[in-house]
């Protein structure tokens, strides 16, 4: 009899606790403390990478990151910066020594995504001079700027908050 009560006992508290950790897990995970009186969502991510793979989960972590914002209420205000070798991933021109024809085609989707919802997406030209990248090859969405450190400063000095990303 006290084996039967401390089982079903032990089983009861398994429960609970399961109970516990389902609902738990069902609630919503947000970002309502760092975002406590925001009235505007505004980043500039630099991107920096040598590698093509590296390049596409970032763009879509950018893309989520969007999402994130509208479904906390914010309509977010985001640049991406693209410098260094990067530029070789986001060209028509590219060839299967630069990357994978399936990971070029899942970065340039994901450009046209985030110009899509707004996201302005810049390419230093010093960086496609560097690396050989034809300007008038890159994929619809981008714009050409400059210098992509001249920008990153002018977007920082307009209130935007930096995310480098390397």
Same mark, same amino acid.
């Given at each position: 009899? *006290?084996?039967?009560?401390?089982?079903?006992?032990? +089983?009861?508290?398994?429960?609970?606790?399961?109970?516990? &950790?389902?609902?738990?897990?069902? +609630? #919503?995970?947000? /970002?309502? +403390?760092?975002?406590?009186?925001?009235?505007?969502?505004?980043?500039?991510?630099? @991107?920096?990478?040598?590698?093509?793979?590296?390049?596409?989960?970032?763009?879509?972590? *950018?893309?989520?990151?969007?999402?994130?914002?509208?479904?906390?209420?914010?309509?977010?205000?985001?640049?991406?910066?693209?410098? =260094?070798?990067?530029?070789?991933?986001?060209?028509?021109?590219? /060839?299967?020594?630069?990357?994978? #024809?399936?990971?070029?085609?899942? @970065?340039?989707?994901?450009?046209?995504?985030? !110009?899509?919802l707004g996201v302005r997406?810049?390419?230093?030209?010093?960086?496609?001079?560097?690396?050989?990248? /034809?300007?008038?090859?890159?994929?619809?969405?981008?714009?050409?700027?400059?210098? =992509?450190?001249?920008?990153? @400063? &002018?977007?920082? !000095?307009? &209130?935007?908050?930096?995310?480098?990303?390397?």
């Open positions: 009899m *006290i084996k039967h009560s401390v089982l079903s006992l032990m +089983a009861g508290a398994v429960l609970a606790l399961a109970a516990v &950790g389902a609902a738990h897990a069902a +609630a #919503p995970v947000d /970002d309502a +403390a760092a975002l406590a009186g925001v009235e505007e969502a505004k980043g500039v991510f630099q @991107i920096d990478f040598t590698a093509a793979e590296k390049t596409a989960f970032y763009l879509e972590i *950018i893309r989520g990151t969007h999402a994130n914002f509208v479904r906390q209420g914010l309509d977010p205000d985001l640049v991406i910066v693209f410098i =260094g070798p990067t530029v070789k991933f986001l060209t028509t021109e590219a /060839d299967e020594e630069v990357a994978d #024809p399936a990971t070029l085609m899942r @970065i340039e989707s994901e450009v046209a995504r985030l !110009a899509d997406l810049e390419v230093c030209t010093v960086a496609t001079e560097v690396f050989g990248v /034809d300007n008038d090859t890159l994929f619809d969405g981008l714009e050409l700027t400059g210098d =992509g450190f001249v920008a990153m @400063i &002018g977007w920082q !000095a307009q &209130g935007y908050h930096p995310i480098t990303m390397f």
